[in-house]
């Protein structure tokens, strides 16, 4: 049985990573998303995408200790 120690330090580490992989794959789809818009803008959906995606993103901005984008969109938290 292998014996490993799980630290705050390392877990936050480990999570850190992850968050800034997850951050990097968010701006890739957005490109892609930006791309389909393009090819039709008139079409709301599109907006409608990013305004829940926006909702999301100001929560996790609030999580992180700033609720600029809260107040921004005028959400609660």
Do not use: C, F
């Amino acid at each position: 049985m292998k014996n490993t120690t799980k630290t705050a330090a390392t877990d936050y580490s480990q999570r850190a990573a992850i968050t800034k992989d997850l951050l990097k794959r968010i701006a890739g789809r957005l490109s892609e998303h930006q791309a389909r818009h393009a090819a039709q803008p008139g079409d709301w959906s599109y907006a409608g995408d990013l305004g829940r995606v926006n909702e999301q993103l100001a929560q996790v901005l609030a999580a992180l200790g700033d609720r600029s984008g809260i107040q921004e969109l005028g959400l609660r938290y």
